[in-house]
Structure formats: C-alpha cells, structure tokens
C-alpha cells in the first residue's frame, strides 16, 4: 500500500498533486493525507482554544477540497484523508510520516511559494526526512511521469544504478540520461539540459539530497524545479 502526504493550504494545485498520487499508485491501495498546517493558537483557556482552532474553509477552497474528493471517489483503490495539525516541529512531523506510512510526501509549487513561516518551515522540515519528495513543477504539462533525468551530485555517494534500482522498486520512472550538477554554473548547462529534454522526451528531474541546517534567509535560492519548470523527485542520501 502506497501512501502520500500532501502539505497543502488546498489551492488549485492541490488538485494536480492528488491526480499525480493516484497515478503514482498504479492501480494499487493508496491513502492520500492532505496536511493543513496552521499555528497553535495562542490562548488562555481550553474553551478559547478550541473555537479558534475552528478555522473554516473558503469557498475557493471548499472547490478545491471537493473536487479532490471526486476523484478519490472515482477512483476505487485510493482514499483520502484530511490531517488538521496545529503547530509543527522535527518529531512531531517524523511521527505523522511514521504514523501515516508514508511512502511519498508531494509539495506544490503554490505551497512552496507560502509566505507563512510555518508553512516554509514545513518545506524545509520534509527535506530532511529521509521520505523522498515529489516537487510538481511549476508547469502543469501532465499528471504521470516516465522518463527521468538525473542530476548527480559531485559530493553524492548514490551511483545511478542505485538510484535506478530505488526507482524500479518504488515507482514506475526510468533514467534515460544524467548530468552533473550544474548549481553553480546554470546558464552555461541550459542549453544542453533543454537539448537532453527534448530528445529524450524527459518529464521528470531526479536528485539526492542530504540534511541542512534549517535557516529562513530573505534571499530565496533558486533550486533545479525553479529554474526548469519540471517535477523533481528528491531522494534522501543517508551517508
């Protein structure tokens, strides 16, 4: 059984992410969690504290949590799950991941793009859990994803067969092509990554990642999935 962790504040694209989790299912059990992250509400007594954790959906909203519903309801090995989680930290995330069985935690471009801190701090709190993740582009071309470029790491101790047998066993993609890491020199690799991309029709990137220091800077850096448009799946590096 596949299961998916979709942080979300349900914007359009939240929508995109479920129909991406089913097709990451293959027609196999799934239970999709859509996670509402929002601050502890800061009050003085239990009663207080309840009515303002009752916080209600916009219309906008509603649509949106509606629809995703439709498609669970139409789709007969998947359901889904609406997480409500009032303040977050390290273990408190480790124990949802843990306790949901998660397989795939899937991030949008609308969620990433939050200007809330906690919902920043929930972007970087998933990356340093060993859970892969499936950052959806900021384009939406198409829901499934076969042919997937990978972008080595210099400092990465995963060879590319490894990470081709972590794909085989867990998901359907298929390296058709690499490259090096290009982070400090992009304008200069552009050209031959948009070349690679078209000839080998590839719509999904694959790298490794490894546990940061979480720091918030006023300056975003741009990563790969800024920068192409197209979906990254990032893969924990243990060592």
């Not at 916009?58 to 789709?75: F, K, M, N, W």
């Not at 070349?195 to 694959?206: F, G, M, N, R």
């Amino acid at each position: 059984m596949k299961n998916f962790l979709i942080p979300t504040t349900l914007e359009q694209d939240t929508i995109t992410a479920v129909k991406s989790a089913v097709n990451q299912a293959k027609n196999t059990n799934c239970e999709i969690i859509l996670m509402m992250v929002s601050e502890t509400p800061d009050a003085f007594s239990s009663a207080q504290f309840l009515r303002e954790m009752r916080t209600a959906l916009t219309p906008s909203q509603e649509e949106v949590l509606d629809t995703c519903r439709y498609i669970i309801s139409h789709t007969p090995n998947c359901k889904i799950k609406v997480h409500n989680q009032y303040g977050i930290s390290a273990p408190i995330f480790k124990g949802i991941i843990d306790a949901f069985d998660v397989k795939l935690v899937v991030l949008t471009n609308s969620y990433k793009q939050e200007s809330k801190r906690i919902h920043q701090y929930m972007v970087k709190l998933a990356g340093n859990l060993k859970c892969p993740i499936l950052h959806l582009g900021s384009e939406v071309v198409k829901d499934d994803f076969n042919k997937a470029l990978y972008i080595e790491n210099t400092k990465a101790n995963m060879h590319v067969k490894d990470v081709q047998q972590f794909l085989s066993q867990n998901f359907s993609y298929e390296i058709v092509s690499q490259t090096a890491n290009f982070d400090d020199n992009y304008e200069k690799f552009a050209p031959y990554l948009s070349e690679a991309i078209s000839k080998y029709d590839i719509d999904l990137l694959v790298e490794t990642r490894k546990s940061e220091k979480i720091k918030f800077k006023k300056a975003k850096k741009e990563s790969v999935n800024d920068r192409m448009g197209l979906p990254v799946l990032s893969l924990y590096e243990t060592a």
